[in-house]
């Protein structure tokens, strides 16, 4: 479980060592901890500020993006039932740590505010390549 | 650069690389000012698996693009590719570089579900393990695969259970395929089922569960990331294949090598990449993928957008038939006065083959049938070409249909909604603009 590193990352970032240890163990665990960035792809570096801004926005993007890209959520629009229900099967299936009412609450207003279901498919997955909309 | 009147010679722009291309704008996010970090502390102590700290660290290679689709950059593969998603990595082939007989590995679509492991150091000590409901337990390497059963090569459709996805209305869960989630290459390997004779079945294998090395996105190595199977019946198809070649080249690791499973005409994700094991089980697979609304569609239709009973859902097994209008590209421009066009495309049908190909200049209003080939084997795609009459300048969209072996023909639109947005295959148009 991934969990596990990433409180242990914590810690060391929290613990009074010495700023060289604390970096020569930080690099240990990034090369522990993400055996998919050692190899000859690496994706691209996804940030907050890519995406529409929004209440929640930073807590959203953390959240899903501790296993995923932030692409596959933006590329979808469900209503805010279909991003509970986004979020139950990440938790239930994905090993996402289950979200506080408070935390839960304020990813699915960022989802249901950014991503609606408009967008892509109320275009019928198909766009017109001349339309200047 | 505008496509000269009839276009004679399919080579003139056999990749559609002369063609001019209007381009589509699938970015619809705002690049606004970020607000602070602040809450993000909240969220990591929440107990998140990575901080912010570990993933851009060590992958900082500039920001995505603000509009238009993303193209994949990775060694071996055409730029042309749409990136769906980078974690995991998926891209898929936008229509107009489906025109080859045989899909080039380089144009080939890739799905992941998990990390993209690190290529194998040894592939001919690769080994997959068949176990379960068999008479001798099997561990085989790559060179006793080789070895030891009759090798064939096949031409042979893969498609990802989503394609199509786009279409449904509302949206449906997932990477949001168009039509780019396939592809026909010539597959290298052996028949599954000559290994599951040698291993010989009980008469309890009732179905295949499927292993590999690819670990899960959250790191844990407990957790499949995809572990999908078969009915026995699909597994000893003399189709489904244990393939280590793709293309006439070692199969490569973003397609699945050193040894992958091709289960054709089923959705791509029972072809497992990276294969370790085969476990014949008693009973269907509950495996990664298998169960609620993953790779299923609704028994009773479901009214669209409403939340489903997973009671109510059954195993999608062969893909619904589609067909591509794979030349002209969707946004060619032509000059004026052009009034005929030449179209290449093509049409699969899962497990089934496609007996018609029609194609439409004014929305279905009228049909023109399509020159269709035979397949090359059995779950081949079938090439078409067709050539059509325009009445005019102006704009003009050019749709294709296809009909199956049993009468059943591609609908207008993605029918049958289900929450993850399978068997979505509806007919595909092209916008063409003359003059």
Same mark, same amino acid.
């Given at each position: 479980m991934h969990a596990i590193p990433s409180l242990s990352f914590r810690r060391l970032l929290d613990a009074p060592l010495s700023r060289g240890l604390t970096l020569l163990c930080v690099g240990a665990l990034i090369a522990w901890a993400t055996? !998919?960035? !050692?190899?000859n792809f690496t994706p691209r570096d996804e940030s907050p500020e890519d995406f529409p801004a929004g209440a929640g926005r930073d807590e959203t993007f953390y959240a899903c993006t501790a296993?995923?890209?932030?692409k596959l959520v933006a590329q979808q629009g469900l209503s805010r039932a279909g991003w509970e229900d986004s979020i139950n099967l990440m938790v239930r299936r994905h090993n996402m740590p289950a979200l506080d009412e408070a935390d839960r609450a304020r990813l699915l207003g960022y989802l249901e505010a950014t991503y609606p279901p408009r967008a892509p498919a109320a275009r019928g997955g198909w766009q017109n390549p001349f339309s200047k909309q | 650069m505008a496509q000269e009147t009839g276009?004679?010679?399919?080579?003139? +722009?056999r990749d559609g690389a002369t063609q001019t291309v209007a381009s589509v704008d699938r970015g619809r996010r705002g690049f606004l000012g970020g607000s602070g970090l602040a809450a993000i502390g909240a969220v990591i102590g929440s107990g998140m698996p990575f901080s912010d700290t570990l993933v851009p660290a060590a992958s900082a290679q500039g920001t995505a693009p603000a509009k238009g689709p993303q193209h994949l950059k990775y &060694? /071996?593969? @055409?730029? *042309?590719l749409v990136v769906l998603g980078e974690r995991p990595l998926v891209a898929e082939t936008p229509e107009s570089l489906l025109d080859d007989d045989t899909t080039p590995t380089e144009k080939f679509y890739i799905r992941n579900n998990g990390q993209i492991p690190e290529p194998a150091k040894d592939p001919e000590a690769w080994k997959i393990v068949i176990d379960g409901e068999v008479n001798n337990r099997l561990e085989l390497s790559l060179g006793e695969l080789k070895s030891k059963y009759r090798i064939a090569t096949r031409r042979m459709v893969l498609e990802c259970g989503g394609n199509g996805r786009s279409a449904f209305s509302p949206p449906a869960r997932g990477n949001q395929w168009t039509n780019g989630g396939a592809g026909c290459a010539e597959w290298t390997g052996i028949a599954l089922a000559d290994v599951l004779k040698a291993a010989g079945l009980k008469s309890s294998a009732k179905y295949t569960a499927h292993y590999a090395a690819d670990l899960h996105l959250s790191g844990d190595?407990?957790? &499949? +990331?995809l572990s999908r199977g078969v009915r026995i019946e699909k597994a000893m198809d003399p189709y489904t294949m244990i393939v280590w070649g793709m293309n006439g080249e070692p199969l490569p690791n973003i397609h699945g090598g050193p040894v992958r499973l091709v289960v054709p005409g089923w959705p791509g994700s029972a072809s497992q990449k990276w294969l370790t094991r085969i476990n014949i089980r008693d009973k269907e697979h509950d495996g990664a993928g298998m169960t609620e609304f993953s790779y299923r569609v609704a028994i009773k239709p479901m009214v669209p957008g409403e939340k489903g009973d997973p009671k109510n859902f059954r195993i999608l097994e062969s893909m619904p038939v589609r067909s591509l209008i794979t030349n002209p590209a969707n946004g060619a421009k032509f000059s004026a006065g052009t009034k005929e066009l030449k179209l290449r495309g093509a049409a699969w049908a899962g497990d089934l083959t496609v007996k018609a190909v029609d194609v439409s200049t004014d929305f279905g209003a009228t049909w023109h049938k399509a020159g269709l080939s035979k397949p090359k084997n059995k779950y081949d795609w079938q090439r078409w070409t067709a050539t059509v009459k325009l009445p005019s300048d102006g704009y003009f969209e050019i749709w294709t249909r296809a009909t199956d072996s049993k009468g059943v023909m591609q609908p207008h639109q993605a029918g049958f909604w289900n929450p993850q947005g399978y *068997? /979505? @295959?509806a007919m595909h148009r092209i916008a063409v603009l003359v003059g």
């Open positions: 055996p !998919a960035l !050692a190899q296993c995923h890209g932030f | 276009r004679q010679g399919a080579d003139l +722009s &060694p /071996g593969k @055409n730029e *042309g190595a407990s957790k &499949p +990331s *068997g /979505g @295959n």
